[in-house]
Nanobody
Framework: QVQLVESGGGLVQAGGSLRLSCAAS????????MGWYRQAPGNQRELVAL???????SYADSVKGRFTISRGNAKNTVYLEMNSLKPEDTAVYYC?????????????WGQGTQVTVSS
């Protein structure tokens, strides 16, 4: 099992920056990818950024060039550096960890952290 704890959300003005952190515990050696999703009111949950243990990263088109996903040295922490924030980035951001358990890939979701960007 994997547990996730997120931190770093808050209120920021448009054009500002925030850094989200997510720390994994438990069976961290079974994790093969970590990422961030977000969900705004009335919208479906969407992928923001993803990084694998082979350091392959992917981003939603809407955040390319503004957001950066990275892993900590211990590889059990993932960060999302968010720059040039826009009001449309306002959402609950969820950390995810994809891990192997009983020969299946499973996804663990964090509890979510609110990011609010004011205009």
């Amino acid at each position: 099992q994997v547990q996730l704890v997120e931190s770093g959300g808050g209120l920021v003005q448009a054009g500002g920056s925030l850094r989200l952190s997510c720390a994994a515990s438990g069976s961290i050696s079974s994790i093969n990818a970590m990422g961030w999703y977000r969900q705004a009111p009335g919208n479906q949950r969407e992928l923001v950024a993803l990084t694998t243990t082979r350091d392959v990263t992917s981003y939603a088109d809407s955040v390319k060039g503004r957001f950066t996903i990275s892993r900590g040295n211990a590889k059990n922490t993932v960060y999302l550096e968010m720059n040039s924030l826009k009001p449309e980035d306002t959402a609950v951001y969820y950390c995810t960890a994809d891990y192997i358990a009983v020969a299946f890939t499973r996804r663990k979701w964090g509890q979510g952290t609110q990011v609010t960007v004011s205009s």
